[in-house]
């Protein structure tokens, strides 16, 4: 015998931002209306025990944390920014979201370019996909929205729609990223 079960109650929601708080041994992340949505527990003492190996340290602990509470910036969907849809061979759906940056951009900006991905753990795989188009533009895939659109921002990159370049707004609410100097970019200042 089999029951379908119906939920009793709608979805709940847990609003942004998270913050993470620092407890006595662990790290709590809750959300916009301090609802704990997760507790990462650590413990710094224990270097000179056998079984110190099977928790984490606080370090690992924020870490983690840090990664949780990250969550809602990688699954809000943004307005504008879709993803390439279409039939070319480079084209992964694993990998949908393309933005394109023109060659000479590339080339003169290469090491700030590396550095502030590998920064902020933005992975920019280039496809081999050249589109000559007022220059020429070198296209590179995201995995994720978010990624995808901060390398778009940070820099000067054209979004991809099929074989269109578009031109959406540019997000207000976009986190900081780390620069190789230690200061976060601010695009305001840009030019």
């Known amino acids: 015998m089999f029951a379908l079960m119906k939920p ?9 931002p ?19 949505l997760a507790v990462v527990y650590f413990r710094d003492d224990l270097q000179r025990w056998s079984f110190g190996h099977r928790y984490l340290s606080s370090d690992e602990a924020r870490r983690i944390a840090k990664g949780i ?21 480079r084209w992964r759906k694993s990998r949908p979201y393309h933005v394109a940056l023109e060659d000479s951009y590339i080339r003169a900006h290469w090491p700030t370019i590396e550095a502030v991905c590998k920064l902020n ?12 188009r007022g220059g020429l533009w070198c296209v590179h895939e995201f995995k994720w929205q978010l990624d995808a659109i901060l390398f778009w921002a940070r820099f000067e990159g054209r979004w991809l729609v099929g074989d269109e370049f ?26």
């Open 69 to 89: 509470a990250r969550l809602p910036e990688f699954l809000m969907s943004r307005h504008g920014f879709y993803s390439r849809e279409g039939g070319h061979p």
């Open 18 to 36: 998270w913050p993470i708080e620092l407890g006595e041994d662990c790290y709590r992340v809750t959300d916009a209306n301090g609802v704990v």
């Open 8 to 16: 009793s109650e709608t979805k709940r929601r847990f609003p942004p």
């Open 166 to 191: 578009i031109y959406p707004e540019r997000p207000k609410d976009l986190p900081k990223l780390k620069e190789p100097g230690g200061s976060p970019f601010d695009p305001k200042y840009a030019r």
């Open 121 to 132: 753990n933005i992975p920019f795989d280039p496809t081999g996909e050249k589109i000559q």
